[in-house]
């Protein structure tokens, strides 16, 4: 019987390491050193992957007309869901079912951006038209339908800045570390990002 057992767990782990060399294959590009769980469910033509690359355990990742496209040292917790676009449900006298993909405008199928060095937490819903920037934290569970600011962590349903990692100068410093010159955020740029996410309205009711 524990014989059995081993043949079956050896038998899993191939399968599943075929399933992973097979699938991988299907994604619109994908760089070096990317991860992926092969029971998760993809549009893999709708999806690009950089480098550095963990989409966690059970993902959903779907996109039928726009893209889903995630930069470099992104990873996910298990069961995130990313969802790059919409049903139509303003047509008179059709069941919302009925209408096909190619009856869909611009605007209902607008696509997900994650840049670069994000991590989203467990269950977290991304949803079309989201651009999460760079260095940004998403929290378990947290429903983001709208611009995500760079070096912010979001919580929440929707989704809203409760903080940033660091502050700008650290940030600077940071980005000198890691990116060339002509990649490095400015500080004008994680200025403006930090008076327009309304930090400090939210954290005046003491959000977490």
């Not at 069941?95 to 607008?110: C, G, L």
Request: with cysteine; net charge positive; aromatic share 8%.
């Amino acid at each position: 019987m524990k014989t059995c057992l081993v043949l079956i767990g050896i038998a899993s782990g191939l399968w599943r390491r075929l399933r992973v060399v097979f699938l991988r294959r299907a994604f619109a590009r994908h760089g070096r050193n990317f991860h992926f769980d092969p029971n998760g469910t993809y549009s893999f033509h709708t999806i690009t992957v950089g480098d550095d690359v963990d989409l966690g355990l059970r993902p959903t990742l779907m996109a039928t007309r726009g893209q889903i496209r995630i930069g470099n040292h992104v990873m996910f917790g298990p069961e995130v869901t990313i969802r790059g676009g919409n049903h139509r449900i303003d047509l008179v006298g059709r069941y919302m079912k009925s209408v096909t993909d190619a009856e869909k405008r611009p605007e209902d199928d607008r696509g997900v951006v994650i840049e670069d060095d994000v991590w989203i937490g467990t269950r977290a819903i991304i949803l079309h038209g989201t651009t999460i920037s760079r260095g940004a934290v998403v929290g378990a569970g947290a429903v983001v339908g709208r611009f995500v600011p760079p070096y912010a962590v979001v919580c929440g349903a929707p989704a809203r800045v409760v903080r940033f990692r660091w502050d700008v100068n650290t940030i600077l410093a940071h980005e000198k570390a890691l990116y060339p010159p002509n990649d490095r955020l400015t500080r004008e740029a994680l200025e403006k990002a930090r008076t327009t996410s309304k930090l400090k309205e939210v954290g005046q009711r003491g959000d977490q």
